[in-house]
T-cell receptor, first 118, second 115 residues
Framework: NAGVTQTPKFQVLKTGQSMTLQCAQD?????MSWYRQDPGMGLRLIHY???????DQGEVPNGYNVSRSTTEDFPLRLLSAAPSQTSVYFC?????????????????FGNGTRLTVT | AQSVSQHNHHVILSEAASLELGCNYS??????LFWYVQYPGQHLQLLLK??????LVKGIKGFEAEFIKSKFSFNLRKPSVQWSDTAEYFC?????????????FGTGTRLQVTL
């Protein structure tokens, strides 16, 4: 069972470079989300999606773009990386029905991407 | 707006000691509460959850948590910790808004268990 797969595991970028963090899940989950984890700040929601073609902003969306063309994939794009985006990024998914993400369905997390921006 | 407070940032215990990690939330309505655990180098995984019913919830690996509505608390407990419990523990709350996007995490408590 693959679950939620994130690539790459590690990435180093220079300021101003762009890149895409990949996230794929094979559980047919409609709800997918991206979090960043920073010391002393826990997990903060960046963007989320309740189904293909639908995305919305979370708590800290600035500097990030997302798209959801398929149920399986939810890539996170950094258009112009900044040192403040140095963090560990987690993708998570859960069961939901379109427009009604079920709060009693636990999140399944990927293994994370450790990003350093110099 | 909902929020979660975990007052213990770093806890060090000897093996076999008892554990209690504090979690307090603020939200005026019905809540759903979770504890997630992140072992070193791994992703977060669900430890236990409370939706309704018995306020004492039992999770995996001998962990339990008690929801005390009057205190807005959902503390995590384990009678006797093991070295393998070394991890970071996150409390999370979701107001009963019907959407998973409103899940709010606490800042986490790092537990270190020594032999």
């Amino acid at each position: 069972n693959a679950g939620v797969t994130q690539t790459p595991k590690f990435q180093v970028l220079k300021t101003g470079q762009s890149m895409t963090l990949q996230c794929a899940q094979d559980m047919n989950h409609e709800y997918m989300s991206w979090y960043r984890q920073d010391p002393g700040m826990g997990l903060r929601l960046i963007h989320y999606s309740v189904g293909a073609g639908i995305t919305d902003q979370g708590e800290v969306p600035n500097g990030y773009n997302v798209s959801r063309s398929t149920t399986e994939d939810f890539p996170l794009r950094l258009l112009s990386a900044a040192p403040s985006q140095t963090s560990v990024y987690f993708c998570a998914s859960s069961y939901s029905s379109r427009g009604h993400a079920l709060i009693n369905s636990p999140l399944h997390f990927g293994n994370g991407t450790r990003l350093t921006v110099t | 707006a909902q929020s979660v407070s975990q007052h213990n940032h770093h806890v060090i215990l000897s093996e076999a000691a008892s554990l209690e990690l504090g979690c307090n939330y603020s939200y005026g309505g019905t809540v759903n509460l979770f504890w997630y655990v992140q072992y070193p180098g791994q992703h977060l995984q669900l430890l236990l959850k409370y939706f309704s019913g018995d306020p004492l919830v039992k999770g995996i690996k001998g962990f339990e948590a008690e929801f005390i509505k009057s205190k807005f608390s959902f503390n995590l407990r384990k009678p006797s910790v093991q070295w393998s419990d070394t991890a970071e523990y996150f409390c999370a709350v979701n107001g009963n808004t019907g959407t998973a996007s409103k899940l709010t995490f606490g800042t986490g408590t790092r537990l270190q268990v020594t032999l």
